[in-house]
């Protein structure tokens, strides 16, 4: 797919609303004009019309023949479009099964802010009050409003560590990783099972209690064996940031436990992987 980088949010894009979800659904191998589409979809022709055009803007959707009058045009899924209706489609079959919903609540990915708040404790720690206020200014959220059971749509804690890593990093995202590192010790959730007097595989397994606190989608698998565990990311559309986000907090976890080993990545959802996958040995 031409821009990878965009999926995640292009995903979010289209599951934050079931108008677009259902047009972008309906256009799966054959173009169609609005009235097909309204028809096939049970929408109103102005919410199919609306949603092509937010379509279009994202490139996800295409028309074919724009001589034609509004109504006759006729449209098509580009290649990112295509891309993004598999990604959706293999994410929606591990749910199966799902009712058709006309009116569904629009579902938005969202995560914990706890775990932002304390990375940007140890961000203010290692690189000055100041700088940190300059990286987040573009943000669009005050820092100030959240709180530890504040829940940020994953799109705006994306945008957040991209800010970070602008301001702070190299674009390779060395720098997340390292901070997340650094952080994670002090995650609450996290904290409550480091400090268990468990062997690190025991410790491992409850790596999904926390997932299931921190994010309201999603799924993650541990498989555990001697001095190692490997943890398995399902369902979702990271960004770079976020998948060296988790690289850093596996690292983190060893490091808070004083224990040498690595943290590899070994599969990952935007290289085309069904879950992105990390490779704890210690
Ligand atoms: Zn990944």
């Given at each position: 797919m031409a821009a990878q980088g965009a999926l995640w949010s292009e995903f979010s894009f289209v599951v934050s609303s079931g108008v677009r979800e259902r047009v972008i659904a309906s256009l799966a191998g054959t173009p169609k004009v609005p009235k097909q589409l309204a028809v096939e979809t049970g929408l109103r022709i102005y919410h199919v019309s609306r949603a092509l055009r937010e379509l279009s803007d994202r490139g996800l959707v295409e028309c074919l023949t724009p001589a034609n009058k509004g109504r006759g045009r006729l449209y098509a899924l580009t290649d990112d479009g295509s891309g993004l209706l598999d990604y959706l489609a293999q994410s929606r079959r591990r749910f199966l099964p799902v009712p058709a919903r006309a009116h569904a609540a629009p579902f938005v990915p969202k995560i914990r802010a706890s775990t932002l708040l304390r990375f940007l404790a140890q961000l203010r720690a290692s690189q000055g009050e100041s700088a940190v206020r300059e990286a987040v200014?573009?943000?669009?959220?005050?820092?100030?409003?959240?709180?530890?059971d504040t829940w940020l749509s994953v799109d705006a804690y994306a945008r957040f560590l991209d800010l970070v890593e602008a301001k702070f990093?190299?674009?390779?995202y060395a720098f997340v990783r390292a901070q997340f590192a650094e952080a994670v010790a002090s995650f609450p959730t996290v904290r409550e099972q480091i400090?268990?007097?468990?062997p690190l595989e025991a410790l491992a397994e409850r790596a999904t209690i926390v997932y299931g606190k921190e994010w309201n989608f999603g799924r993650m698998e541990v498989q555990t064996s001697k001095r190692r565990a490997v943890f398995a990311h399902f369902d979702w559309m990271p960004t770079p940031a976020m998948c060296a986000m988790f690289h850093g907090v596996y690292e983190g976890v060893l490091k808070a436990r004083n224990f040498p080993g690595k943290v590899t990545k070994t599969r990952c959802v935007r290289n085309g992987d069904d879950r992105c996958e990390y490779v704890v040995a210690w």
């Open positions: 200014e573009g943000w669009g959220v005050n820092p100030s409003d959240l709180g530890d990093g190299d674009g390779s400090s268990l007097p468990i």
